[in-house]
């Protein structure tokens, strides 16, 4: 029978959009349409209402206690956790099995990322040394990997998959440096006795990865209160994301042969249960072989992966749009100054020449020394153009530039206007140099021995 015809109204319906979901690049394309809206939003008559929109306070409480945080303030510190948390998932996962679980797989994107994080932050700091501005270093360090693969997928299948590899690595490599950026350096007065809490749920979550606990709940309620002892502790609240996924489990209960045993055994008694004249609500059999099914495969599959699967839609079509919508509302009436000032200057020189510099003269020290080798049907040309790309800041650079000069409203503005532009030439300048550059360079290089 044709699996279509067994679909409801409803899912027929919506399946010309979860396949458009389910593209490539309309995460990004999600994220720049909010921007957009953002942008017009913040400079049309109704601007006054953009701004009271996100500096309505909202009071959370729990018993006696008590907090009035800002919308603004929800998405920023409350919602964008769960997006650090998506990227810890990510860290984790390549960590363990993807592009950077071994020293040789590893040396290239890290290389490039280190490369693509020194060069910008040093342009940055060449325009702003000795000053306030100067905080504004970590800005022109991040890669946002949703723009970045987005763009990518623009250019079809003309690159082989490990340019994309190569690009989600390097990103992924980058995500963990802007992290470790925030925790270390965009930190206020610490309280200990909060930053301790925050070690005792650490240290909670990974006994319960120990002894076997795989209910995705039981880490969530964690989570909560590890999010609630790191906001008062004075380290920015999303960085409990990331340190939460470093304890979620990603070991399989059962093994693939033990999976296929159980599951053939569960499918014949499904099929010795049926009964025409039995429907599946009342045929008990059919009930306890689809339960098995469902034991199996939650020991199969690891709640890392489980949880990476089902957070990657909420993270890419809500809360990043949403961050987008409140954090791209910039005023452009005092646009050119604020490009051309020393903020806007060194963002985007950062983003734009930084980044590209940074992961293209990073990776060729690696492939020349012998600790890396360029990817199979990868040339320069084609790995300058994914540099390019790599200078698309937008989520993490804004991120960034609300920490580095949130109590400064212009400081805050220029950052924000210069990596919206810079975003948006590097994407121009990675969409043109893989599409007319790197096409012609050769599909092969080979790779350097070590030693």
Same mark, same amino acid.
């Given at each position: 029978?044709?699996?279509?015809?067994?679909?409801?109204?409803?899912?027929?319906?919506?399946?010309?959009?979860?396949?458009?979901?389910?593209?490539?690049?309309?995460?990004?394309?999600?994220?720049?349409?909010?921007?957009?809206?953002?942008?017009?939003?913040?400079n049309s008559p109704a601007s006054h209402s953009y701004h009271v929109?996100?500096?309505?306070?909202?009071?959370?409480?729990?018993?006696?206690?008590?907090?009035?945080?800002?919308?603004?303030?929800?998405?920023?510190?409350?919602?964008?956790?769960?997006?650090?948390?998506?990227?810890?998932?990510?860290?984790?996962?390549?960590?363990?099995?993807?592009?950077?679980?071994?020293?040789?797989?590893?040396?290239?994107?890290?290389?490039?990322?280190?490369?693509?994080?020194?060069?910008?932050?040093?342009?940055?700091?060449?325009?702003?040394?000795?000053?306030?501005?100067?905080?504004?270093?970590?800005?022109?360090?991040?890669?946002?990997?949703?723009?970045?693969?987005?763009?990518?997928?623009?250019?079809?299948?003309?690159?082989?998959?490990? @340019?994309?590899?190569?690009?989600?690595?390097?990103?992924?490599?980058?995500?963990l440096g802007a992290v470790l950026v925030i925790a270390l350096f965009?930190?206020?007065?610490?309280?200990?006795?909060?930053?301790?809490? %925050?070690?005792?749920?650490?240290?909670?979550?990974?006994?319960?990865?120990?002894?076997?606990?795989?209910?995705?709940?039981?880490?969530?309620?964690?989570?909560?209160?590890?999010?609630?002892?790191?906001?008062?502790?004075?380290?920015?609240?999303?960085?409990?994301?990331?340190?939460?996924?470093?304890?979620?489990?990603?070991?399989?209960?059962?093994?693939?042969?033990?999976?296929?045993?159980? %599951?053939?055994?569960?499918?014949?008694?499904?099929?010795?249960?049926?009964?025409?004249?039995?429907?599946?609500?009342?045929?008990?059999?059919?009930?306890?072989?689809?339960?098995?099914?469902?034991?199996?495969?939650?020991?199969?599959?690891?709640?890392?992966?489980?949880?990476?699967?089902?957070?990657?839609?909420?993270?890419?079509?809500?809360?990043?749009?949403?961050?987008?919508?409140?954090?791209?509302?910039?005023?452009?009436?005092?646009?050119?100054?604020?490009?051309?000032?020393?903020?806007?200057?060194?963002?985007?020189?950062?983003?734009?020449?930084?980044?590209?510099?940074?992961?293209?003269?990073?990776?060729?020290?690696?492939?020349?020394?012998?600790?890396?080798?360029?990817?199979?049907?990868?040339?320069?040309?084609?790995?300058?153009?994914?540099?390019?790309?790599?200078?698309?800041?937008?989520?993490?650079?804004?991120?960034?530039?609300?920490?580095?000069?949130?109590?400064?409203?212009?400081?805050?503005?220029?950052?924000?206007?210069?990596? @919206?532009?810079?975003?948006?030439? /590097?994407?121009?300048?990675?969409? /043109?140099?893989?599409?007319?550059?790197?096409?012609?360079?050769?599909?092969?290089?080979?790779?350097?021995?070590?030693?």
């Open positions: 029978m044709n699996v279509h015809s067994q679909l409801t109204p409803i899912e027929r319906l919506t399946m010309p959009m979860r396949r458009w979901l389910h593209a490539a690049p309309s995460g990004g394309l999600v994220l720049l349409a909010c921007a957009a809206i953002a942008m017009v939003w913040a929109l996100w500096e309505t306070p909202i009071t959370l409480g729990v018993g006696g206690w008590h907090a009035a945080l800002s919308v603004h303030a929800i998405v920023n510190d409350g919602l964008m956790a769960v997006f650090f948390f998506l990227v810890g998932l990510e860290i984790k996962r390549e960590v363990l099995v993807g592009e950077l679980a071994s020293v040789r797989q590893a040396a290239l994107p890290v290389a490039a990322a280190l490369g693509g994080m020194l060069v910008p932050a040093l342009v940055f700091l060449a325009f702003n040394t000795g000053g306030p501005t100067a905080r504004g270093w970590g800005i022109p360090m991040a890669t946002d990997i949703a723009f970045a693969l987005g763009v990518l997928a623009l250019l079809g299948d003309r690159f082989p998959p490990a @340019l994309r590899v190569f690009l989600s690595a390097l990103a992924i490599a980058d995500d965009y930190t206020a007065a610490v309280s200990w006795s909060a930053l301790a809490a %925050a070690a005792g749920l650490l240290v909670l979550s990974l006994a319960a990865n120990a002894i076997g606990v795989r209910a995705a709940w039981a880490y969530a309620l964690i989570g909560l209160a590890l999010w609630a002892a790191v906001l008062l502790s004075g380290v920015h609240a999303t960085v409990a994301g990331v340190l939460l996924a470093m304890t979620i489990p990603s070991r399989t209960v059962i093994d693939e042969r033990a999976l296929l045993e159980g %599951a053939h055994t569960a499918l014949r008694e499904f099929d010795l249960a049926s009964h025409p004249e039995i429907v599946m609500l009342s045929n008990r059999g059919h009930q306890q072989a689809l339960r098995r099914l469902e034991v199996l495969s939650e020991k199969a599959l690891p709640p890392l992966a489980r949880l990476e699967h089902g957070l990657h839609g909420i993270v890419a079509f809500g809360i990043m749009p949403l961050f987008a919508l409140a954090n791209a509302g910039v005023d452009l009436r005092g646009g050119t100054a604020a490009i051309t000032s020393t903020i806007g200057l060194g963002i985007i020189l950062g983003l734009v020449l930084g980044k590209p510099i940074g992961i293209t003269l990073a990776s060729w020290v690696a492939v020349r020394s012998g600790l890396a080798s360029l990817p199979a049907g990868i040339g320069w040309r084609t790995l300058t153009g994914a540099a390019a790309l790599g200078g698309i800041g937008f989520t993490m650079s804004l991120f960034i530039a609300s920490l580095a000069f949130g109590g400064s409203a212009d400081a805050l503005t220029s950052a924000k206007l210069g990596v @919206l532009v810079a975003s948006l030439i /590097a994407g121009i300048a990675g969409w /043109a140099t893989l599409r007319y550059g790197a096409a012609r360079a050769p599909l092969t290089a080979p790779p350097r021995k070590a030693g």
